[in-house]
């Protein structure tokens, strides 16, 4: 069956994220509508953009504290995350302004059975080339995750949200119909709640988290106030800077990973993330900005699928998709702190310099990653090839 082969898996995997991660944008990218239709101030437009961040941690908490990752069967954990998802975002324009905030909460913890699920299963297919696979699979949450900014095209605020709802469904469905784990897929461990407690103790899997925590503080903010920070700049595409750019630094991240080795292309993309951050002060209001910004929107985001890969090579086996998920959902409790901090920063200094701010955690997750280079390279050449 064409389904049992990896190369489909992959590419059925990559669709169910396009279509299920429409959601995460979907409100916030129809914020300016909301204000005029719903009187929405901008505290309650960012809370929007907050509170799904918050909602995907408390979902992945969850998630980890029980290890539904590993015990549940993954397509079906993965489709419901889709369709619950898909029913919070349609109750949107239904229930009011007075629901928006819970309701986006409620998305937010649905998406974390779609996000670290999917990477589990995609790890379960591809013990070699995990960078690349993998980095598809980011790459696919990235034009999903951009998605919304094209839909804005084709009607009401209410239609975009419809529209988004209804490609969610359609993940659940392709889900349960044709996404199934691999042959490295682990059997049902014995429920383990102190495994958290085992990845903070173990240093290779702390480090990792780290440098994830310093990409995470600079990528959600980034990509949530883009489209306003390119207003203030009069230039550019949110879906061009997001979803291309995103994609193709996503699949070059994932290829150069499985030949140089995740600490080599995370420390690498984040300093030239943190570079360009710095550098997009000096260039606002020149023709440099653009090309800058293209640069940005693929360095930021070409590291993220190798924290993934070399978390999933270090964590049990037994416990990949609880690592996984625990540690995105601290990461993205600290990208609301950055979603948070940047709107009030911006009235202060001005778009052109408030983005400078992204620049601190990158640095300091290169600084993490060095540690795990460090301590792969105290044992033998080979057995540090893919870390």
């Known amino acids: 069956m064409i389904f049992r082969r990896r190369g489909a898996q992959l590419a059925v995997i990559a669709v169910v994220q396009v279509l299920a991660m429409s959601l995460w944008f979907s409100a916030s990218t129809v914020v300016p509508a909301l204000r005029v239709d719903w009187s929405l101030s901008r505290e309650a437009g960012i809370l929007l953009s907050v509170t799904v961040q918050l909602g995907f941690a408390a979902g ?55 996000y670290p699920v999917g990477m589990k299963i995609v790890v379960s297919w591809f013990r070699l080339a995990r960078g690349l696979a993998l980095g ?31 490609l969610a469904l ?20 014995p429920w383990e709640p102190r495994y958290l407690l085992r990845m903070v103790r173990a240093r290779s ?15 959600y903010a980034l990509w ?31 290829l150069l990973s499985d030949r140089a080795g995740r600490t080599a292309v995370t420390i690498g993309a984040m300093l030239l993330s943190a570079g360009c951050g710095v550098l997009s002060v000096a260039a606002w209001g020149t023709p440099l900005l653009v090309p800058l910004l293209f640069l940005w929107g693929a360095a930021v985001i070409a590291d993220s699928a190798q924290f993934s890969a070399a978390l999933s090579e270090v964590a049990d086996p037994r416990y990949v998709g609880t690592a996984l998920t625990a540690m995105t959902a601290a990461g993205f409790v600290v990208s609301a702190v950055t979603i948070q901090l940047l709107p009030p920063l911006a009235d202060v200094t001005g778009w052109r310099d408030a983005v400078a701010l992204l620049s601190i955690g990158p640095v300091l997750g290169a600084l993490a990653m060095s540690g795990v280079r460090a301590a792969a390279g105290a044992r033998t050449p080979r057995s540090t090839a893919r870390q």
């Open 60 to 114: 992945a908490v969850v998630s980890a504290a029980f290890n539904l990752a590993d015990r549940i069967e993954p397509q079906r954990l993965l489709a419901g995350g889709a369709a619950l998802g898909a029913s919070a975002t349609a109750a949107f324009p239904l229930a009011g302004p007075a629901a928006a905030a819970p309701l986006r909460f409620l998305t937010g913890f649905a998406l974390a059975a779609v």
């Open 136 to 166: 598809v699979l980011v790459g696919a949450l990235t034009v999903g995750s951009a998605l919304p900014g094209l839909l804005t095209g084709i009607g009401s605020w209410r239609a975009v949200l419809d529209v988004a709802a209804a």
């Open 170 to 189: 359609l993940a659940a469905l392709v889900a349960v119909v044709c996404v199934r784990p691999g042959p490295d897929w682990q059997p049902a461990p």
């Open 205 to 219: 899997q702390r480090l990792v988290c780290l440098g994830y925590f310093g990409h995470m503080w600079e990528l």
């Open 224 to 254: 949530a106030w883009l489209p306003v920070y390119l207003a203030a700049a009069g230039t550019g595409s949110a879906f061009a800077v997001i979803g291309l750019a995103g994609a193709a630094g996503s699949l070059l991240g994932g």
